[in-house]
C-alpha cells in the first residue's frame, strides 16, 4: 500500500512552496508576467493590441479590410475580448495566491512581506481597474477557489470592482519602496501606485460623475510633481535603450524570455516562451493597394496597422513628436536592423492606404531578430507626461485651478518643443478652450500607447464630449456602428454559457 | 507398421463433403486435411487407433477406428460453436458456460482485412461496439466505444494483450496477423474482473501459440493500391474572382460606400482585370499536388509453429508499410514475436510471450487526425503557384507567389513546406510475460506472472530555412527538435485457479492479487542554426550555434524534461458455477487501489453477478420444442471503475515555473512559478453501474440469435469541467453526474451448405444506443466547450448552435426580420440567412424560458444534432465452393451528425482569400435563387457563416468495408508440385463504395478518447479505397 503513495515527479508542491522570500517573487514575477498578454497573444486572437489600440480613432487596420472589432461590430463571440478578459482575471489569481500564502510562509520577515503584499495588490489593483472600465460590473474575484461552486461567481455590484482597485492602491503604495535596487528595477513601486490611483480617481469621477473625486485624483498626482521628471528627448520614452527612465512610472518590462518567441507568454505554463511585443511584425509598413512594399513587408512583416488621416492631420505643423510617432512620406524609414538608417530606405505613402504608419516604439528599435515577432522594447504604461496632463484635467475639471491647468499643458508641450516656436504656449482661456487644448495634447503626445480609446470613453461618460458626432474614427463603417453599448465590451460568451448568472453588458 | 486409411468427412445435416476438416491421430503430430470433397488420405498404425475430427463451426469429434480401411465421418454443425473457447479475464470458458456479454474475433476473420491494428478488425463484427477510425491516415487511432458514450471524458475501454493491461489502444505496435483472438468484455459481469480502469469496456487480445504437430511454416502476403474515394472541388480563377469581386460589390453597396469613402472595399490588385495572374489557373493543382496516388500498402508475415506434448512455439516476423494517399507520410512496422509453453515434469508449466516491434512513421507536415495538408492546399487562392516558373528565386526550389498582396492575404506555401520539412516518429515495444503454473492438486493450480511493457520512442523534427519569396513564410534559421522517452510498466499477478466437477456441478473458481507499476520519462532538446543541412550533422546538439544576434535568430538552445509515474494494486476473485450446463451462475469481485486519488478516496470494491439459464436442456423444452437447439436466458449485473482523468494526482496541487518576465536594469529574464492547474482533493472512483439481460438462441442447429438489452449507468464520471476564466484556471478535475445508456444488441448468423458443395455462412449484428445524460453537478445544468454542449437531458457533446431556416428572399422578408442582438442588431438584407428565435431568457431562475421572444439571442442556440449514432450496424457473407472462397462485410451508423467544419470555413464567400467549395455557384443571387446558400458579401454583417444547422450534416453511412475473393489450390495439385502443403490466393478490396448524405470527404471522423470534438470534419484524411492481392501459404 505505500507503494500506492506517489507524487507527481519533478513538480513543486503547493504545501511546500510559497514559504521563502525566493517563492514569492517567483510568485510576483509570474503575477507580472500576465501582463505581457495584454500586446501579444496571437492565439487567443487578443494580439497585436487589437482591443486595446485598434478600437481609436488614431489606428485603423491595414488596406482597411473588414474588421468586426475596429468597426464596432462587437459580439460575444470575438476571441479578442475573451482574450483581454481571461487574461486579466489570469492575472488576479496570481495576485491573490500571493496574499492568501504570505500569512503562512515561514522564510520572509514582516517587512518583506508587506512589500510582497503591496506589490501583488498593486497588480490587482491594476487588473480590477481594467476590468471595471472595460465590462462595468464584471465579477470580483479576492480568493483562489478550490472547488467547483468557488469557480462561479456572478456580476459585481456597480463600483464594487473600483471600490476593490481603490483599497488594493492604497495599501499598495503604503507598502511599495519609492525605489527598487538595481537587480528588481521595473517592479512597481509606491510611485506607480500613487500614479494608478489618481488615474482610477479620475476616471471614476468622470465615469460616475462625481466631481469631488477629481480632488482625491489631483492630491494623488500632486504627489508625485518633482519626484519623477520629462526626459528632455521625447524620443527617449519609446526606444528600448532608454527604458525605466525618470520619466517612466511603470513600464511592462519585455524581455527575451525562453522558448519560442512566436508562442504567447502562457503558452505553455510549465515552460514560458517569449516575453516580447509584436510591434516591429505589426506595426511596421506593409504593402500598398498597388503592390508597393516597404522593406521587409510579406514575409518578414505582417504590417497590421496604419494611421487615421485625423491623428496625422492632429499633429502642429512640425511638432517634433510627429516624427517620433508616425512615419510620413519622405521619412528615413530607420526601423529594424535599418535604426542607424545606412540603408538609405525612405518612407513611403504607397506602402499604405492611409500614407501612415505607426513609428512610435518602432522607430530606432533594433529587435535582436527582425524575423520574429518580439520587440524587448518596454511598454510605457504610465509615464510623468500623463501625470502632468492628468493634474490638469484635475485642476481644470475639478478646483477650475484653470492658470494651474494651462501651466501644466505648457510643460509638456515645452518639452516637446523647447524652443516653444513650434509649439507655442496654450493661452488661458475659457474651460472649453482649455478642454479642447488638453484633448489635443493629450492625443498627439499619448498616440499609440492604448489611451485614447480610454480617454474618449470617460470624456463621453463625463458628458464632455459626445462619441458619435465628435469622433472620426477613420472608417465610415466604424462611424456608423458605434453606439453607446460600446463604451463597454461584451461579456465573452463562453463565460456566460459556463455561468448563465454573468450577465451581459445591455446591447450585446 | 502402417496402413493407409481412405475417408470421407460429411454435414450431418446437409450429407455432403466438408472440405477442410482437420484430422489428426490422436496423441501424435500425425494428421491431414480433406480435400474440397470432403475426402482424406491418412497413414494410420495397423490395429485400433483414435481420429480427431475438427472444423470450424462444427463439433469436435473422435473417432476409434477398427480394422476398415476406408470410414466414413459426419460432423454435427455448430452454428452456435458451444464448445469455441472464449477468453475472458484471467483464464477461458467455452461459450457453453458463459454467463456474460463477451463479443469475439477470431483469427480467421482478421486475416481476411488490411488493417493495421487488431482493434480495427472489430469493426461491424461485434455488436455494442462502435469502432472508428479517428481518420484514414495510417496508423490513425481507433475509437471504441463500448456500448453508448459512458463519460464526458475518456470513453476508451482497457486493452490487455496476453494478460498484460497496456492502456487504452494497441497503438499499431500489434502484429494482426498474431492475433489468435480478441474478446470484447461489454458487461460488467466479465469486465468487473478489471475493476480498475474498465469502465468503458476491456479488449482482450490474446496472441497465437503453437499447436501440437510438424513444424508448420505460414507466409501470409499482400500488396494493394489506395486511393481518395472522391475529391472535393473547388472554384476555377474566373469563378474565383467572379466571386470575390460580388462580395465586394454587395458589402460596398450594403455600407452605401462608393469609391474614395474610407473603409470602401476595393478588389485585390492581382485579381483586377488586365493583372497577370489571372491567366493562372491552380483550382486544382494544389490539390493534386499534395496527392499521392496509388499510395502502396504492403504485408508480409512469415511465421513458425509447431510442438509436441512437452513444448509449443509459435515465432512470427511480420513486416507492414502503408503510405498515405497524401505525399510524404510513410508508415512502417517491424515485428517479431515468441510464444512458447513447456511442460517440466507433469504438474509445472512454464511458459512466455514475447513480442518486439518497431514502428516508424516518415512524415512532412501531416499528422494524424488532423487532414492538414489536404485541407491547407485545395483552398489555396487559385491564382498562387507552387513554383516559381519565371525563376526569380535562385535555384527555384518552390519560389512561391504567394505572398502576393490578395488584401493583406498571407498564404504559407505548404506543399513546399510539406516536401522540406522532414519528422520521423520511431516507437519501440517490448511487451512479454513469462509464467509459471503449477499443479497443486488435481484442478487446483498456482499460476505467477510476471510481465514488462516497455516503449522507447523517439520523434524527430527537422525545418530547414526558407524565406518568404519561396514558402511565404520568413524562417531565416534552421531548426531541429529531437525528443526521446520511455513507458516502462511492469505487472505481477499471482492467481490460484481451482477446477471441479462433481457430478453435474462444475465449479470454476479463481483468486488472485495483482500489483502494476507505471513509469515514464522523456528528455528532449531544441537547435537551431546549424551550419549544415546534413541529417548526422544536424543531429548533434553540440552543432547548433546557440545564442546569436540579429543576423541568426534565437537560441532554440532549449532543453526539456518530463518524468511521470502511478501504481495499482489489485486483488480478485471470480466464482463460477453451473449445474448441467443448465443453470450457470458467476461472482466476481475486485478491490482496486490506484495511486491517482488521495489516500482517503483510494480504495474501492467492484462487484459483479451474472447468470444464465439453459432453457433449452430442461426436458419440457426438449420433448415441445426440437428445432430450438439451444435457449440460454442470462443476465448480469456490476459495477466497473475508471481513474482516468488526463493528468495524473490531479488531488495534489503542483506548483511550476511558468511565463517569463524581466526585471533589473540587466534585463534579466526570470521564470514566474505558480499553480498551473486547480486541483480537487475530493476526487474519487468513477463508477460504472450496468445491468443487461438477454438470450442466445439457435434454431434447427444453423440459425442464431443472440438479443440483448444494455442499461450502463457511469457516476461520479471523472472529468476535467471547463470552468470560468474568472477563477484564473480554465478547468476543474471533478466527478460529475450521471450519465445513461440504454440499448439493444441483436446478433444474428445463418449457416446453409448445399450439396454442390457451396456453403454459405451469413452475420449480421446491429446495436442501438440511446444516451443521455442524467445529471451533471450541483448547480451546474450544463457546459459548453466550443460548439460542443453538454446539457442534463441530452446526449453527450452536441452540437449547440443557431438553426438555420432558410434565406430572406427579398427585402419585404429582411425588413421584417426578427432583431439579432448576436450581430449587433444589423439588419439583414435579402440573400442573408434566417435563423431561427426559438428561445430567450427564463424567469424564476430558470436560464430559458423555451418561447420565442423576438430576438435573436445566444440563448436561441439550440440542439442542432448528436455525435453519437441512434444505431450501428454490420453484416455480410462468406461463401465457399470447391477451392473459391468469397468475403463480404458491409458496416454503417445511423442518427449522428457531423459538423463539415470543412465546409463551414470554405463556403464564407467573404471577398478574396481561400478558395471556395463549387457548392458555392449555387449560392443567392435573387429571389427564388436559393434557399439554402446565402449571398456573397465581404462583410459578413448577418453572421451568416456563423456555426449554424447550415453546417451539420447528417453523418449515417452504410459502406462496403470489406470484400475478398480467393482461391485455394487443391491439395492434388500441390501434392504433385511438392511446394507447399497450401497455397491461397486472393484479391481484395476495401471501402469499394458507401451510401451517405454527407457531403464532405468521409463521414467517419471522430475524436479518439473524447466525444466532446467527435464528428467535427476538418477535411480529414478518408478511409482510403483500397485495392489488394494477397496469397497464404503453408509450408
Not at chain 1, 479620475?202 to 480632488?215: D, M, N, V
Not at chain 1, 501651466?407 to 472649453?432: E, F
Amino acid at each position: 500500500e505505500k507503494k500506492l503513495n506517489l507524487a507527481p515527479l519533478g513538480a513543486l508542491n503547493e504545501e511546500t512552496y510559497y514559504q521563502s522570500t525566493d517563492d514569492f517573487k517567483g510568485a510576483a514575477v509570474l503575477a507580472y508576467s500576465t501582463l505581457l498578454n495584454y500586446t501579444y497573444e496571437q492565439f487567443d486572437a487578443g494580439g497585436w493590441f487589437k482591443g486595446t489600440g485598434m478600437i481609436d480613432d488614431d489606428q485603423t487596420s491595414h488596406n482597411n479590410g473588414a474588421d468586426n472589432i475596429e468597426e464596432f461590430n462587437w459580439r460575444s463571440t470575438d476571441g479578442t475580448w475573451s482574450a483581454l478578459w481571461s487574461n486579466t482575471y489570469k492575472g488576479i489569481q496570481r495576485t491573490n495566491i500571493i496574499i492568501e500564502k504570505l500569512p503562512a510562509a515561514k522564510g520572509v520577515s514582516d517587512s518583506t512581506k508587506k512589500v510582497f503584499e503591496a506589490e501583488a495588490r498593486f497588480l490587482r489593483g491594476y487588473f480590477n481597474f481594467f476590468l471595471a472600465i472595460n465590462w462595468g460590473n464584471a465579477p470580483l474575484i479576492t480568493v483562489t477557489p478550490r472547488t467547483l461552486a468557488e469557480t462561479r461567481v456572478g456580476n459585481s455590484q456597480p463600483g464594487e470592482l473600483w471600490d476593490a482597485a481603490i483599497a488594493d492602491l492604497k495599501l499598495a503604495k503604503a507598502g511599495l519602496p519609492v525605489k527598487w535596487d538595481d537587480a528588481n528595477k521595473g517592479r512597481a513601486t509606491s510611485g506607480a501606485a500613487s500614479a494608478m490611483l489618481g488615474k482610477l480617481l479620475l476616471f471614476r469621477a468622470q465615469w460616475e460623475k462625481k466631481p469631488a473625486l477629481y480632488t482625491e485624483a489631483a492630491a494623488e498626482f500632486q504627489g508625485l510633481v518633482g519626484k519623477y521628471s520629462l526626459v528632455k528627448n521625447y524620443l527617449d520614452n519609446f526606444m528600448p535603450t532608454t527604458e525605466n527612465n525618470a520619466e517612466s512610472v511603470f513600464e511592462v518590462q519585455m524581455g527575451i524570455g525562453g522558448v519560442n518567441p512566436w508562442l504567447p507568454a502562457d503558452f505553455v505554463f510549465s515552460n514560458g516562451s517569449a516575453a516580447g511585443t509584436a510591434r516591429l511584425i505589426y506595426y511596421r509598413a506593409a504593402c500598398g493597394p498597388n503592390n508597393v512594399c516597404a522593406p521587409g513587408a510579406g514575409g518578414t512583416g505582417y504590417g497590421q496597422i496604419e494611421i487615421t488621416t485625423g491623428l496625422q492631420k492632429e499633429f502642429e505643423a512640425g511638432d517634433p513628436r510627429r516624427q517620433a510617432t508616425l512615419f510620413l512620406d519622405g521619412d528615413p524609414y530607420d526601423t529594424g536592423t535599418n535604426i542607424d538608417g545606412s540603408q538609405k530606405w525612405v518612407y513611403s505613402k504607397n506602402w499604405t492606404i492611409t500614407g501612415s504608419t505607426p513609428a512610435k516604439y518602432v522607430r530606432k528599435d533594433v529587435n535582436i531578430d527582425y524575423r520574429s515577432p518580439l520587440s524587448v522594447n518596454n511598454q510605457r504604461t504610465i509615464r510623468y507626461a500623463d501625470i502632468l496632463l492628468m493634474l490638469a484635467e484635475c485642476k481644470l475639471l475639478g478646483s477650475k485651478d484653470l492658470a494651474g491647468a494651462v501651466a501644466l499643458i505648457n510643460q509638456v508641450r515645452q518639452r516637446a518643443d523647447a524652443t516653444g516656436k513650434i509649439l507655442p504656449d496654450v493661452a488661458v482661456g475659457t474651460d472649453a478652450q482649455i478642454f479642447k487644448a488638453l484633448m489635443h495634447e493629450r492625443r498627439v503626445e499619448f498616440a499609440l500607447e492604448d489611451h485614447r480609446y480610454d480617454d474618449l470613453v470617460r470624456w463621453h461618460r463625463a458628458g464632455l464630449i459626445n462619441i458619435k458626432t465628435d469622433v472620426d474614427f477613420g472608417r465610415t463603417t466604424a462611424n456608423t456602428n458605434w453606439a453607446e453599448k460600446n463604451l463597454l465590451k461584451p461579456v465573452p460568451q463562453s463565460e456566460r454559457d459556463l455561468n448563465p448568472a454573468i450577465l451581459q453588458n445591455t446591447g450585446f | 507398421q502402417t496402413r493407409a486409411l481412405m475417408g470421407r468427412v460429411l454435414d450431418a445435416t446437409e450429407n455432403n463433403g466438408l472440405p477442410g476438416v482437420n484430422i489428426l491421430l490422436k496423441g501424435t503430430a500425425n494428421g491431414t486435411t480433406t480435400d474440397a470433397d470432403g475426402n482424406f488420405r491418412l497413414s494410420v498404425p495397423n490395429g485400433p487407433a483414435t481420429l480427431v475430427f475438427s472444423s470450424v463451426g462444427y463439433v469436435g469429434q473422435e473417432t476409434t477406428i477398427g480394422v476398415s480401411s476406408i470410414i466414413t465421418v459426419t460432423l454435427q454443425p455448430d452454428a452456435r460453436s458451444l464448445n469455441e473457447v472464449v477468453v475472458v479475464g484471467y483464464g477461458q470458458k467455452t461459450t457453453r458456460k458463459l454467463t456474460e456479454s463477451i463479443g469475439t474475433v477470431q483469427a480467421r476473420d482478421i486475416i481476411k482485412l488490411p488493417v493495421s491494428s487488431p482493434e480495427a478488425a472489430i469493426q461491424g463484427r461485434v455488436s455494442g461496439v462502435q469502432i472508428t477510425s479517428v481518420d484514414g491516415t495510417p496508423g490513425a487511432g481507433v475509437a471504441i466505444r463500448i456500448r453508448g458514450v459512458s463519460t464526458v471524458g475518456n470513453n476508451q475501454p482497457l486493452f490487455v494483450v496476453d494478460g498484460v493491461p497496456i492502456g487504452d489502444g494497441t497503438s499499431n505496435q500489434i502484429n494482426p496477423a498474431d492475433v489468435e483472438s480478441i474478446s470484447v468484455l461489454k458487461d460488467a459481469s466479465s469486465a468487473s474482473i478489471y475493476g480498475l480502469r474498465a469502465a468503458n469496456g476491456v479488449v482482450l487480445i490474446t496472441t497465437k501459440r503453437g499447436k501440437q504437430g510438424k513444424p508448420r511454416v505460414n507466409f501470409d502476403v499482400y500488396s494493394g493500391v489506395q486511393n481518395f474515394p472522391n475529391q472535393l472541388d473547388m472554384l476555377n480563377t474566373q469563378q474565383y474572382v467572379a466571386l470575390a469581386t460580388e462580395s465586394i460589390n454587395n458589402a460596398n453597396a450594403q455600407a452605401g460606400l462608393v469609391p474614395g469613402s474610407s473603409g470602401y472595399l476595393v478588389l485585390a490588385p492581382d485579381l483586377r482585370p488586365g493583372s497577370p495572374y489571372l491567366n493562372i489557373d491552380n483550382s486544382k493543382a494544389w490539390r493534386d499536388a499534395a496527392l499521392h496516388k496509388n499510395a502502396p500498402v504492403r504485408n508480409y508475415n512469415l511465421s513458425l509453429s509447431g510442438g509436441n506434448d512437452v513444448s509449443n512455439y509459435f515465432i512470427s516476423l511480420g513486416y507492414y508499410q502503408q503510405q498515405a494517399m497524401v505525399n510524404k507520410y510513410d508508415l512502417s512496422r517491424y515485428s517479431f514475436r515468441v510464444n512458447s509453453d513447456h511442460k517440466v515434469g507433469s504438474r509445472l508449466k512454464i511458459g512466455q510471450a514475447l513480442t518486439l516491434t518497431y514502428n516508424h512513421t516518415y512524415r512532412g507536415s501531416n499528422g494524424t487526425g488532423d487532414g492538414f495538408i489536404y485541407a491547407s492546399t485545395t483552398n489555396m487562392p487559385p491564382i498562387l503557384s507552387i513554383y516559381d516558373t519565371d525563376h526569380r528565386i535562385p535555384g527555384n526550389r518552390y519560389g512561391y507567389t504567394g505572398n502576393l498582396n490578395v488584401a493583406g492575404f498571407v498564404r504559407l506555401n505548404n506543399i513546399g513546406i510539406n516536401a522540406v520539412n522532414e519528422n520521423h516518429d520511431y516507437s519501440y515495444r517490448l511487451l512479454g510475460n513469462i509464467y509459471a503454473e503449477l499443479e497443486i492438486i488435481k484442478g487446483l493450480k498456482f499460476r505467477s506472472v510476471a510481465a514488462v511493457d516497455y516503449s522507447p520512442y523517439r520523434q524527430s523534427y527537422w525545418r530547414p530555412g526558407y524565406t518568404a519569396a519561396e514558402l511565404g513564410q520568413e524562417r531565416n534559421t534552421n531548426n531541429y527538435q529531437d525528443g526521446r522517452g520511455e513507458g516502462i510498466q511492469q505487472v505481477f499477478t499471482n492467481t490460484f485457479t481451482y477446477n471441479g466437477q462433481f457430478g453435474g456441478h462444475s465449479i470454476n473458481a479463481i483468486a488472485g492479487m495483482e500489483y502494476q507499476e507505471i513509469k515514464s520519462n522523456y528528455l528532449g532538446y531544441t537547435g537551431a542554426n546549424f551550419q549544415s543541412t546534413d541529417p548526422n550533422f544536424y543531429s548533434s546538439i553540440q552543432n547548433q550555434q546557440g545564442n546569436s544576434n540579429g543576423n541568426g535568430g534565437f537560441a532554440y538552445n532549449n532543453a526539456s524534461s518530463s518524468l511521470g509515474q502511478k501504481a495499482y494494486a489489485s486483488r480478485f476473485g471470480r466464482l463460477s458455477y453451473d449445474y448441467k450446463d443448465t443453470y450457470l451462475v458467476t461472482l466476481t469481485a475486485r478491490y482496486d487501489q490506484s495511486s491517482n486519488f488521495a489516500p482517503q478516496n483510494r480504495s474501492k470494491l467492484f462487484p459483479a453477478v451474472s447468470a444464465a439459464w439453459r432453457i433449452s436442456n430442461e426436458s419440457f423444452f426438449q420433448n415441445k420444442l426440437p428445432f430450438v437447439t439451444d435457449l440460454k436466458l442470462r443476465g448480469s449485473w456490476g459495477q466497473l471503475g475508471n481513474d482516468k482523468i488526463g493528468l495524473d494526482f490531479p488531488y495534489l496541487a503542483r506548483v511550476q515555473q511558468g511565463p517569463w518576465y524581466t526585471l533589473g536594469t540587466g534585463q534579466s529574464s526570470l521564470n514566474g512559478t505558480g499553480i498551473p492547474n486547480l486541483v480537487n482533493s475530493d476526487l474519487r472512483w468513477e463508477i460504472n453501474e450496468s445491468t443487461d439481460a438477454g438470450f442466445d438462441l439457435t434454431l434447427f442447429g444453423r440459425l442464431n440469435l443472440l438479443v440483448t438489452y444494455y442499461n450502463r449507468n457511469t457516476k461520479d464520471f471523472l472529468y476535467s469541467l471547463p470552468v470560468n476564466t474568472t477563477s484564473g484556471f480554465t478547468s476543474i478535475p471533478v466527478n460529475l453526474g450521471l450519465v445513461n445508456n440504454r440499448g439493444l444488441e441483436f446478433e444474428t448468423s445463418y449457416k446453409k451448405s448445399f450439396k454442390s458443395g457451396l456453403t454459405l455462412d451469413f452475420f449480421g449484428n446491429i446495436t442501438t444506443v440511446k444516451n443521455k445524460l442524467v445529471a451533471l453537478a450541483p448547480n451546474v445544468q450544463e457546459f459548453a466547450s466550443g460548439n460542443y454542449r453538454t446539457a442534463v437531458g441530452y446526449p453527450i457533446g452536441y452540437f449547440y448552435g443557431y438553426k438555420a431556416t432558410g434565406i430572406y428572399q427579398n427585402q419585404e422578408q429582411s425588413n421584417a426580420a426578427v432583431p439579432d442582438v448576436t450581430v449587433n442588431r444589423q439588419k439583414p438584407v435579402a440573400g442573408d440567412m434566417i435563423f431561427q428565435d426559438n428561445n430567450g431568457p427564463g424567469t424564476n431562475g430558470q436560464q430559458f424560458s423555451g418561447k420565442a421572444d423576438g430576438l435573436i439571442t445566444t440563448d436561441d442556440r439550440t440542439n442542432l444534432g448528436k455525435t453519437i449514432p441512434d444505431f450501428f450496424y454490420g453484416f455480410g457473407v462468406n461463401a465457399n465452393w470447391k477451392g473459391f472462397d468469397l468475403a463480404v462485410m458491409f458496416q454503417g451508423i445511423s442518427g449522428n451528425s457531423i459538423y463539415n467544419s470543412y465546409r463551414a470555413a470554405n463556403e464564407t464567400m467573404a471577398g478574396s482569400g481561400n478558395n471556395q467549395l463549387v457548392n458555392v455557384l449555387g449560392h443567392w443571387t435573387g429571389e427564388g435563387t436559393s434557399n439554402t446558400i446565402p449571398r456573397a458579401t465581404a462583410r459578413d454583417l448577418n453572421g451568416n457563416a456563423r456555426f449554424s444547422s447550415r453546417w451539420i450534416e447528417p453523418g449515417g453511412f452504410l459502406r462496403l468495408k470489406n470484400v475478398q475473393l480467393g482461391y485455394t489450390v487443391p491439395k492434388a495439385l500441390l501434392n504433385r508440385l511438392k511446394v507447399a502443403q497450401t497455397v491461397r490466393v486472393y484479391i481484395a478490396a476495401s471501402n469499394l463504395f458507401r451510401i451517405t448524405k454527407y457531403t464532405g470527404l468521409d463521414p467517419e471522423v471522430t475524436t479518439f478518447s473524447s466525444q466532446l470534438q467527435a464528428g467535427t470534419d476538418n477535411a480529414n484524411m478518408p478511409q482510403p479505397r483500397t485495392v489488394q492481392i494477397g496469397a497464404n501459404l503453408t509450408f
